[in-house]
């Protein structure tokens, strides 16, 4: 089954450093995964940069393990030092639409 996740970072969505960051984050997705689809933006009041990306698993507890080594293997690639640890969530509205696709 494929399930989208939302991995949300403190501190690296701020106005001044949002874009560099997404697109260091961006890049890294794209060299290392690829297959996840990965979508990067920034809630630049919140100062929140967030990643938004489809991991398969047999269940939702495989597909979210996947989703956190995934992130961290992104994270290392990008070279990005998160100030407060990522933040995950289940997209469900995304994710009923790719299993109904």
Same mark, same amino acid.
């Given at each position: 089954m494929e399930f989208t996740f939302t991995a949300s970072i403190e501190g690296l969505g701020a106005?001044?450093?949002a874009e560099?960051? +997404?697109? +260091?984050?961006?890049? +890294? &997705?794209?060299?290392?995964?690829?297959?996840? *689809?990965?979508?990067? *933006?920034?809630?630049? $009041? +919140?100062?929140?940069?967030?990643? $938004? &990306?489809?991991?398969g698993g047999r269940s939702l507890d495989d597909a979210a393990e996947a989703a956190r080594q995934l992130f961290a293997e992104v994270?290392?690639?990008? *070279?990005?030092?998160?100030i407060n640890p990522a933040r995950f969530e289940l997209e469900a509205d995304l994710t009923e639409q790719?299993?109904?696709s």
């Open positions: 106005r001044s450093i560099e960051n +997404a697109i +260091a984050l961006l890049d +890294a &997705f794209e060299k290392v995964h690829p297959e996840v *689809g990965a979508a990067v *933006g920034a809630k630049l $009041t +919140a100062g929140v940069l967030e990643a $938004t &990306f489809s991991v994270m290392e690639v990008s *070279g990005l030092q998160p790719v299993l109904a």
